[in-house]
């Protein structure tokens, strides 16, 4: 029975994406061998891992390598490996699913602009199809582990939006990826070039790269290639060699490979840990947060090595969740080497690797963010951009690192009056007025919110800092940090406002007063309101505005019940506090309202509800109070 052969078409708008891809990197175009290489050793990393629980899988072909050829006369250039080899089903799943870790936002993300497209390209995982960069065809074969011969397959297309797969005959394991090469790129059928950029980019790869030797031949007056392997890289662990051996732009390739990024990364971290566990961590923090940065359930980060033998990708026992976007290689020698995921949950050991790690990243940030030098503070400023609403989550699911995490935690405030996020809580507590005792915080929905909630008031005229907390992870994170250097944290909006030693004695007996003056009116529009509100006091932190909503100091805020809502979740019931200003005169005018006394009343809780961020269960009845009261004071119907 002869081999069936089928055309089946790409699971993506290939065109674009190849066009996009070819235009976005052309500047770059030697980053395919990268991919491709990295791509062999991956196999191969994968292949020893299978192998540790069947040894049988390597055959009579123990030894890993990755090979480079070319053609000049076909005008070809192939990668091979004798890894883990593809299967049919495998080949049509991972070579036929262009982005399959997101078509939909790959495309959606699209920009038109080079250099972020070319972002966008290492963080959807298609580096293969660099290949097209530079070949207007590309054939692979390939051969899994363990399968019969007769089981092989040959997967080609030329990009136009379909590729052909068929089941072949192949004696050796392992894939072959050849290229054939456009029109002017005869670059890459040089060994000089292709040695430079193996070196350039691949050089850290810890299997051996080998290419045909080449020697001079004076007959022929050109470098003629001869049947001896020689080995290109320098194929030995990056994180293994002594840091003084290792250059910046080493460092940088390196992080290329493990992330699959085609950015350099913002920092990193390269230690050796010796003890009860001993182990070496190279890690590294991303210029760029992924697409996928806020799905939590997203696999990311950590290669695991034992003694340099490969055990598994993403790792995600070696570093928590909000540090999702750390990526790198941790080498332990004390784990087996047949670790599973399973064994990893509960070994002790792991613990203790992930807890150094921890450490690092922490300590790494805090040496960015401390920084004597204007550039390493600027990186700081770029990592919170991209990572700090991630980062936050540590306050909450990392008690042991809680104080460090803190000290990483930037905010807007009233400092500035800007939305940038430069505020540190140190900062604010150095900022703090004699006989200021708490930090005080406002949250809203929006910075424009924030910055111009009616809650301020008081704050503005004293000259009280408050940091103006918009993201919708600070209402969870202000609730589990309750403190910060023995400086309770106190939302502006929640409870009774004591102000302690910053208000005067004049200011309480006023205030005092007041309450007592207004108890006749208060008890009225409480009775007005009814079920709607909780309470109705007369406010000491208002200056300009007639109302505010306040929650009591154990309920929801309001825009923590907003973002419940919004994530359909059912908020526990809690009913706002009502504080009105006994100096505006709006209220002054309440106190002697007779015929509209409910409109009014029914308004100061509209407009306190709206100024804070809230929606209104009847709009149309507050658009109905305004037009009256509007038209009944233009008739001059004022009472």
């Given at each position: 029975m002869g081999a069936q052969k089928e055309t089946l078409g790409f699971q993506a708008e290939v065109k674009q994406l190849l066009n996009l891809m070819i235009h976005s990197l052309y500047s770059n175009k030697e980053i395919f061998l990268r991919e491709l290489i990295s791509n062999a050793s991956d196999a191969c990393d994968r292949l020893r891992f299978e192998a540790l629980n069947n040894a049988a899988l390597y055959g009579d072909d123990a030894e890993l390598k990755i090979r480079i050829s070319f053609d000049k006369e076909a005008r070809t250039l192939s990668i091979s490996d004798n890894g883990i080899g593809l299967s049919r089903d495998e080949a049509v799943e991972h070579l036929g699913t262009i982005a399959k870790s997101g078509t939909r936002e790959f495309f959606s993300a699209l920009t038109g602009d080079q250099a972020k497209d070319a972002h966008l390209i290492g963080q959807f995982g298609v580096g293969f199809y660099s290949s097209y960069i530079v070949a207007d065809k590309v054939t692979v074969v390939s051969r899994r582990a363990g399968v019969e011969a007769n089981q092989a397959i040959r997967w080609e297309s030329s990009g136009e939006g379909d590729f052909t797969i068929e089941v072949i005959e192949r004696g050796q394991r392992g894939t072959e990826v050849t290229l054939h090469l456009r029109e002017g790129e005869d670059e890459f059928l040089s060994s000089w070039k292709v040695r430079e950029i193996i070196r350039k980019y691949s050089d850290h790869i810890t299997l051996p790269i080998l290419m045909k030797k080449e020697q001079w031949d004076e007959e022929k007056k050109a470098q003629v290639v001869t049947d001896e392997d020689e080995t290109v890289n320098q194929a030995s662990a990056l994180w293994s060699r002594p840091k003084s051996e290792i250059t910046d732009e080493q460092y940088r390739e390196f992080y290329k490979h493990v992330a699959h990024d085609f950015e350099d990364p913002l920092a990193h971290v390269h230690a050796r840990v010796e003890g009860k566990q001993e182990y070496t961590q190279l890690l590294y923090i991303p210029s760029r947060a992924p697409f996928d940065l806020f799905e939590r359930t997203a696999r990311h980060g950590i290669k695991l090595y034992v003694r340099r033998v490969f055990i598994m990708d993403d790792a995600e026992q070696l570093m928590p969740l909000y540090l999702r976007f750390v990526r790198g290689v941790v080498d332990s020698n004390d784990l087996p080497l047949n670790v599973s995921r399973e064994i990893l949950q509960q070994s002790r050991d792991i613990e203790a690797i992930r807890a150094g790690c921890v450490k690092k990243v922490l300590g790494l940030l805090e040496s960015l963010a401390d920084s004597e030098e204007a550039s390493e503070r600027e990186k700081y400023v770029k990592f919170w951009q991209e990572f700090g609403r991630v980062l936050k989550e540590g306050i909450g699911e990392d008690f042991a690192n809680k104080e460090r995490i803190a000290r990483l935690l930037r905010y807007a405030s009233t400092h500035a009056d800007t939305p940038d996020e430069n505020v540190s809580?140190?900062?604010?507590?150095?900022?703090?007025?004699?006989?200021?005792?708490?930090?005080?915080?406002?949250?809203?929905?929006?910075?424009?919110?924030?910055?111009?909630?009616?809650?301020?008031?008081?704050?503005?005229?004293?000259?009280?800092?408050?940091?103006?907390?918009?993201?919708?992870?600070?209402?969870?994170?202000?609730?589990?940090?309750?403190?910060?250097d023995g400086k309770p944290l106190q939302s502006v909006a929640k409870?009774?406002?004591?102000?302690?030693?910053?208000?005067?004695?004049?200011?309480?007996e006023e205030a005092e007063k007041a309450a007592d003056e207004y108890k006749e009116l208060l008890e009225k529009v409480k009775k007005t309101l009814g079920d709607k509100v909780k309470d109705v006091r007369v406010t000491h932190r208002l200056t300009d505005s007639p109302s505010c909503l306040v929650a009591d100091q154990y309920d929801l805020g309001g825009n923590l019940q907003r973002i419940l809502k919004a994530a359909g979740q059912q908020a526990p019931a809690s009913k706002p506090i009502l504080e009105i200003n006994p100096k505006h005169p709006a209220v002054q005018r309440l106190k002697y309202e007779e015929t509209r006394f409910d409109d009014?009343?029914?308004?100061?809780?509209?407009?306190?509800?709206?100024?804070?961020?809230?929606?209104?269960?009847?709009p149309a009845g507050f658009v109905k109070r305004i037009n009256d009261l509007m038209l009944a004071l233009s008739l001059g119907g004022g009472r």
């Open positions: 809580l140190a900062d604010y507590v150095t900022r703090m007025k004699d006989g200021q005792e708490k930090i005080y915080y406002v949250t809203a929905e929006t910075f424009t919110a924030a910055r111009n909630s009616p809650h301020l008031e008081i704050f503005r005229k004293k000259g009280i800092e408050v940091l103006l907390l918009s993201d919708r992870v600070d209402e969870w994170v202000a609730g589990h940090l309750t403190e910060f409870g009774g406002l004591d102000l302690g030693k910053l208000e005067d004695v004049a200011e309480k009014w009343a029914n308004l100061l809780l509209e407009q306190a509800t709206l100024a804070e961020g809230g929606s209104l269960d009847d």
